[in-house]
Structures are given as structure tokens and as C-alpha cells.
């Protein structure tokens, strides 16, 4: 197989959303309104979808059930231009599937299925990879078995690939030093608990940064500061990038997968991270004045479009 722009592990579930004005408590009936199944795939697929659709040539790697929840994902792949070849299907499990709330504000909560990528093979991985030698860039989360994941890392890595994690969801178990990960993408709440940190303590993102990096031996991290923005540290030099407003929030799923999609399609292009950051940041600001995740997550030409009107 041809080599990839990038690679993506992480894994494929359908999202079902609804709306509500809010959370349930302990035995309570919640009335949710609009339920309905999104094209939102889990972190695997979006971000395949969301670099495919930029024109970025991606593959994905990851399992699903032979079912319609794994031919909607294969489907929506395709769709963005996304090499499915290694979306192993199996009988074993099913295709995962999870509940994202809407509040309001734009504001969610996400009910997590089991994922099919449980029964993902570190040996199906690897094999992947060695298809999709002289790939440039490979991204993987833990919706898929941290040890697999990581696994996968370490072996791109010695391929010669440059290498990028999203910790998501953060594993009950240590990671163990990262120092063959280049791009450790991380929101603050995972970093404050990474760090040992309480939410309601004022921290420096900085000073935060550098936590994460001591204890993972990564060069570079990436931390997402909600409303406040974003911030990296790039070996020994760290900057902000402010946040970019826009007048009505509709959704925010699946915003933090666009970014990062963004962040890496830059850095393909050969831009410098800073400026890779701040043009994800103008991408994730057009992503979330659009209802849907993978439908937010728009084509070069009209994210390019939506810059120049920024200004």
C-alpha cells in the first residue's frame, strides 16, 4: 500500500445525541429532546475524517463489528477520502456506540459505550504499519487498548514516522516515560490530573507543560485551555495562542479532535507549530458554530474562507 500523510489509530463508535436543559442526578428520569444517531465517529474516525477532509492523505487503522454501526463508519471514512482498508471488522464484538447530552450552551457530557477496539490485535497493527511504510506522521488516543496504542507508537516511531498521542480517555494504569512521542496532545483537565493538580487551583499553563513533560520525557506538548485558548511547549520554548471568539456556539463535540486534526495537517504542510495552533484554533472556531461533529468539520476551501473573513 502507498505511503500515508498520516496514519490514524484510535477507535470507531456512532454517537447518538440529545438535547437537554440539564444534567440528570441519581435516579432521576431524564425528558431529552432531538435523539438522534450523528455522524460522529469516536476520536479514530474523527480525526481521520477531519484530516481527509482537508485534503490530507490518511489512513485509519482500528476494529469494528460487522454491523451497521462498522458500515457507518467505513461509509463516513470513505467519505472524507480516508484509506479504510484497515478497519478490521469482526464477529466478535459489536461496533460501539455512546450518548453525547447538549446543554444550552453548547455545552456536553458523553456516556461511553464499550469500544470494538478492545479486540483490536497488537499483531493487526503492526502489520498495518509495515503496509503503510514511509508514512510521515502517525496519531493514536487510547479509545483503542493502551498497550496497543502505545505499541503502535513505538513501532512508527522506529519506521521513521513522527508521532503524536491524545491520552484520551486517561488510563487507570501509568503510561510509563513517552520520550518516542513527539506531540503530546493533552486539555488541561487530564494535565491537572496527570500533575497531580486540584481544579479550582490557579496554575500556570507553563508551568504545567513542563510538568507533563518531566514526567513523560515528550519534547513537545500541546494543552487545550477551553475558552482561555491554547498553549504549547516546544522543547525548552512555550507560547499561548488566544482563543478566537464567535458569535453563537452551537456544538462543541468533537471540537478538541478537529484541533488536533488541524494541528497535525499544518505541520504536514510544514508549518511551524505555533502557527499550526493558531490556525486550528480559527478551524475549531468555524467546527463549533455548526451542529454535528464530522459534518463540522469542513473542507479546506471553506475553512480557508472563513479565515480570510476573520481577518
Known sequence: MAAKDVIVLNSHGVGQYAYTDHMPKWGETLSVKNWHVAEDGGKGTNVSAALGRL???????????????????????????VDATYMYRTDEVSTGTGLILLGPDGQNAIIDGDSSSVALKEEEVIAA????????????????????????????KAL????????SPLPETPMGRLDYIDYLFIN??????????EESKRIDPVALMKEVQEKYGVRNVVLTLGSEGSAA???????????????KVVNTAGAGDGFMAAVIANLVWGKPLQEAMTWASKYAALSVTIDGTIPAYRPLAEVTAFIEKLG
Not at 485534503?55 to 467519505?79: F, Q, S
Not at 503496509?131 to 505499541?151: N, T
Not at 488541561?188 to 493538580?197: K, L, N
Not at 511547549?233 to 478566537?244: D, I, T
Request: glycine share 14%.
Open 55 to 81: 485534503g490530507i492523505r490518511t489512513a485509519y487503522i482500528g476494529k469494528v463489528g460487522n454491523d451497521p454501526w462498522g458500515d457507518l463508519g467505513e461509509k463516513w471514512l470513505e467519505d472524507a477520502g
Open 160 to 167: 521513521g514516522m513522527i508521532t503524536a498521542l491524545n491520552p
Open 233 to 247: 511547549l516546544e522543547g525548552e520554548h512555550s507560547f499561548l495562542v488566544p482563543p478566537v471568539r464567535v458569535d
Open 188 to 197: 488541561e483537565v487530564e494535565a491537572r490530573y496527570i500533575c497531580g493538580e
Open 129 to 156: 504499519l509495515e503496509d503503510m511504510k514511509g508514512s510521515r506522521y502517525f496519531v493514536c488516543g487510547l479509545e483503542v487498548p493502551m498497550h496497543i496504542a502505545l505499541a503502535g507508537a513505538r513501532h512508527a
